[in-house]
């Protein structure tokens, strides 16, 4: 560890108080004030009675124990409570944290000389602790976690004193304050009240302030500062006690003096009666404030005869005393969100903040007190640290979900959600809340919830809307603020409700088939589903085409995520149909990815045809009895096989070679002979009949 030392150069400061008189001027004194009390009575009648409809009611029973644990490493003298409601404990050679319920997080043993005075918690977690070494006060920064950051030693007075820290505080910057006592160790042996401000990161000493006595200087003296608080406006309330010397009896007073954040006096109270008797002595021991900036001080003051001084004193932001309380020792002290005064020694108290009656106590004898967020009341003593609270409700949404992710626009979806009371109290009525997409559509009404009780809800989220995805659900409980619960924690939950698009595919989303005329072809075709969902409503349908292309069957209905089904598409021309021909064959659904996909393509129908040349010969004039032949080619300019064969009757064409055959395309020539023997003198005509057949 890295100890830093630093010298401090107090500033000299006076105390400006009231003279001492006479126990006759006192008298009149008072007898006068107790002239305008009644004079000003009906005024502050008014004033009381619209406090008591504005400032909150406090509970009027004693809070039950909601923790407890018994702590054997070490003495606790402190507690402090971070922002999240852990507990924090220094005393001696060690610090401690402890959970809201009162559970050990860690404990760090530190070097036997950390013997810590106070504790308190900066707004990020840290921890500030302080102690005395070497006569000096020593500042330690701890995390979270419990690491150390620095420690740092601070001189108030130079050598010849002893620098004694009793109480540490942080104001919203993280700057650090520090009272206490610095004791001369020599002639005259005086005791001054010392304060010191420090920057929570650079370790600076920002301002310094010391008290003495009154008057001040050249006389035996005793002045410390025992406590000190920090208000909304980071001002800073310390109080303490000191030697008041200027009447005929040495007597305490307690003091609370209120600086600005810049170290400036803004005030300066000191309390009680003085010189009535000899050891009559006040003292402060603790500071609080409460919401409204007003100062609450605790401590003891040593009554005789009339003089009735307070042990707690509430003083208004401008340190105008408003009601004193004459309610034994009081050692600590915190404020309630209310403004309930906790003050604590061999008891703990509630005050009432308008007059400082007590409204309850509870019999334990506390070092120090803290409350935390809910208002428990956090108590310790050397061994133990109790928590003290109410029994509320905790609404917790416990559970949201959907029956199922809706797969299309248009689906209807159950959300159902539980709300579980997780407190110690009952709840009554209240309002649960359902959000969709940031917006509230609907509310829940229970007229109450046990603790440990659970009510199921469930909403029919009609027609859900394909955009935006995913749909963002959100449940809250209490959504009114009807129930006061112990905390806030999950009263909201959400989830994402996605809606699943199922997708369509399908295979092949062409077909482009050659078919000979008169034949028939086809082709299957496979619609699947993938995506999770099911693709519904799938439908196919011929869009365009020749009427001899069919489509079966029509309806597949619903597909099955990770399913297929099948249509065939069959083309059937009739057999003297040839062409190219265009078609569009449509597979629809009323849910799915896309909405529809269309299978297109060209049939092509092609047939045989018959070709020969020439069409025709002349053989010219013969004489009778005379032989010739000619030759013709035949063959097939179409597509397939074409088979041919001839037929002729007539008496001078003795022979067609060859009778028959087939071409795929090839020429084929066919030889015709002829013999006019026989024939009579004029012109003779004869036809030879070609037979043609398709072979596909």
Not at 322 to 328: M, P
Not at 650 to 670: A, F, K, L, M, R
């Amino acid at each position: 560890m890295t100890l830093d030392k630093t010298v401090i150069q107090p500033l000299q400061y006076n105390l400006e108080v009231i003279p001492i008189r006479k126990k006759e001027e006192i008298k009149k004194i008072r007898d006068m004030v107790k002239k305008m009390k009644t004079i000003m009575f009906g005024i502050i009648l008014v004033l009381l009675m619209f406090a008591v409809f504005t400032v909150p009611a406090v509970a009027d029973t004693p809070p039950s124990i909601i923790c407890q644990a018994t702590i054997d490493d070490f003495d606790v003298r402190d507690v402090a409570v971070d922002s999240n409601d852990n507990i924090i404990l220094s005393g001696h050679e060690h610090i401690a944290k402890f959970d809201s319920a009162c559970n050990e997080l860690w404990t760090i043993e530190l070097e036997s000389y950390k013997d810590f005075d106070d504790v308190a918690v900066d707004p990020a977690g840290n921890i500030i602790a302080v102690y005395n070494r070497n006569y000096d006060i020593i500042i330690c920064k701890y995390t979270p976690s419990g690491a150390e950051s620095w420690c740092k030693q601070y001189d108030f007075n130079g050598w010849g004193w002893s620098d004694s820290p009793e109480a540490v505080a942080v104001d919203s910057n993280g700057d650090i304050i520090v009272v206490g006592q610095a004791s001369e160790r020599e002639s005259p042996w005086r005791d001054v009240w010392i304060v010191i401000k420090v920057s929570g990161t650079t370790k600076n000493v920002i301002w310094t302030d010391y008290f003495e006595h009154d008057p001040p200087g050249g006389a035996v003296s005793n002045a410390g500062a025992e406590d000190v608080v920090i208000d909304s406006n980071d001002y800073v309330i310390v109080t303490g006690t000191y030697d008041h010397l200027r009447g005929f009896y040495s007597d305490r007073q307690m003091l609370t003096i209120k600086y600005e954040p810049n170290g400036d006096r803004y005030c300066t109270k000191p309390y009680g009666a003085v010189d009535y008797c000899w050891g009559c002595n006040n003292y402060a021991y603790t500071v609080t404030v409460d919401h409204q900036d007003n100062i609450i001080i605790g401590g003891q003051s040593e009554r005789w005869d009339d003089h009735n001084d307070g042990d707690v004193i509430k003083y208004s932001s401008n340190c105008q005393i408003q009601w004193e309380k004459a309610l034994g020792m009081m050692r600590a002290s915190a404020i309630t969100s209310d403004d309930g005064i906790i003050m604590a020694t061999s008891r703990i108290y509630l005050l009432d903040s308008t007059n400082g009656d007590v409204i309850w106590s509870l019999g334990f004898s506390a070092g120090d007190v803290a409350v935390d967020s809910a208002d428990n009341i956090i108590a310790v003593n050397s061994g133990e640290i109790v928590k003290y609270g109410y029994a509320q409700p905790d609404l917790t949404i416990t559970r949201i979900w959907f029956n199922e992710n809706p797969c299309c626009a248009g689906d209807d979806v159950e959300i159902i959600f539980d709300v579980t009371n997780q407190g110690g109290g009952d709840a009554g009525y209240h309002t649960d809340c359902l959000y969709i997409d940031g917006n509230k559509v609907t509310e829940f009404t229970s007229s109450g919830l046990n603790a440990g009780d659970t009510t199921g809800w469930y909403y029919l989220y009609e027609n859900v809307p394909s955009t935006p995805n995913p749909h963002v659900i959100e449940v809250c409980t209490d959504c009114n603020n009807d129930v006061e619960e112990s905390d806030d924690d999950n009263n909201c939950d959400s989830d994402n409700l996605n809606v699943v698009t199922p997708i369509m595919t399908v295979n092949p989303t062409s077909w482009n088939p050659t078919i000979f005329c008169g034949n028939t072809d086809s082709e299957i075709v496979t619609v699947s589903a993938s995506g999770g969902c099911p693709v519904n409503g799938v439908k196919v349908s011929k869009v365009s085409g020749p009427e001899w292309l069919s489509v079966s069957p029509t309806d597949l209905g619903d597909i099955a995520s990770g399913s297929s089904k099948t249509f065939t598409m069959t083309a059937a021309p009739p057999s003297e149909t040839s062409g190219d021909f265009t078609y569009t064959v449509r597979v629809s659904n009323t849910c799915g990815t896309p909405s529809s996909i269309d299978v297109t393509g060209t049939i092509t129908v092609r047939c045989p045809e018959l070709s020969y040349f020439p069409a025709s010969h002349d053989f010219g004039d013969k004489c009778e009895g005379v032989t010739n032949s000619t030759t013709f080619e035949i063959w097939n300019s179409g597509t397939g096989t074409l088979t041919y064969s001839f037929s002729e009757s007539c008496s001078w064409v003795v022979e067609v070679n060859p009778t028959s055959g087939s071409s795929t395309g090839e020429h084929d020539t066919i030889t015709v002979d002829i013999d006019t023997t026989g024939l009579s003198e004029g012109s003779h005509t004869c036809e030879i009949s070609i037979i043609a057949h398709r072979i596909d």
